[in-house]
């Protein structure tokens, strides 16, 4: 049996879409943020070096990474339900662009986003206060503002006239690039109206919902 260790409000909610589509047998575990940090809390140490969210443990086995469970899942279990393109189909290419920049390019965006909302100048000396202002302020407008509008607007140009991110198949490409797509939905002001289509035809998922009654409903930070 797979157990999956699911850090609340975190990436493991694609994991468990992936684990619900395959019809695998597994056990989540739910996994409470750090009260003061909102960080996963030590006791995922005991589990894997990292302590970080998603694992999984198969059988003895545990793997961390999203991407790396994604592959590992759909290579060994994914026979009966195909959820990648073959590697001499022309979609693989495009297959492997999404399964990489879902982690590589959109989330590093999103995450750096999120820590500039959460450093407190409350906390700061009133002297720095100023200087602080004017950097995050300066990153934010020179590069994390064109580089999120850079990178979404271009997810949004690629879906249109899709359903999904390879044409009217379902793949592990979607599975990785949903939980960033929510997230940037969550958190932009940018008019993006595929997007928004391809998250919701995500979250009315009976896979996905079946997901999301066992880790409970997905809201971000």
Known sequence: MITLYALKQSRAYR????LELLNLPYQAEII???????????????????????LIDD???VLAESGA???YLLACYGQDRPLKPSADSPAYPDYLF???????????????????????????PFFVKPVARKIT?????????PQL??????????????????????????????????AALSRTPLAL???????????????????????????FL
């Open 59 to 61: 059988n003895g086995r």
């Open 137 to 145: 302020g300066g990153v934010r407008d020179a590069f994390l503002q």
């Open 15 to 18: 994991i468990a879409w992936l």
């Open 149 to 182: 509008k850079l990178h979404l607007e271009f997810v949004e140009q690629q879906l249109a006239g899709r359903t999904w991110l390879l044409g009217d198949e379902l793949s592990g490409a979607d599975i990785m690039m949903s939980f960033p797509l929510q």
């Open 193 to 219: 109206p595929n997007i928004a289509a391809y998250v919701a035809r995500i979250e009315s998922d009976p896979a996905y919902q079946r997901a999301q009654a066992r880790l409970g409903k997905l809201a």
């Open 32 to 54: 409470e943020r750090d009260a003061a940090t909102s960080l996963a809390p030590e006791r995922l140490r005991t589990l894997h070096p990292l302590g970080k969210s998603p």
């Open 98 to 124: 999404w399964l990489h920049y879902a982690e590589g390019s959109l989330m590093p965006l999103l995450v750096m986003s999120l820590v500039f909302r959460k450093i407190d100048e409350r906390k700061m």
């Open 69 to 71: 469970i994604v592959e």
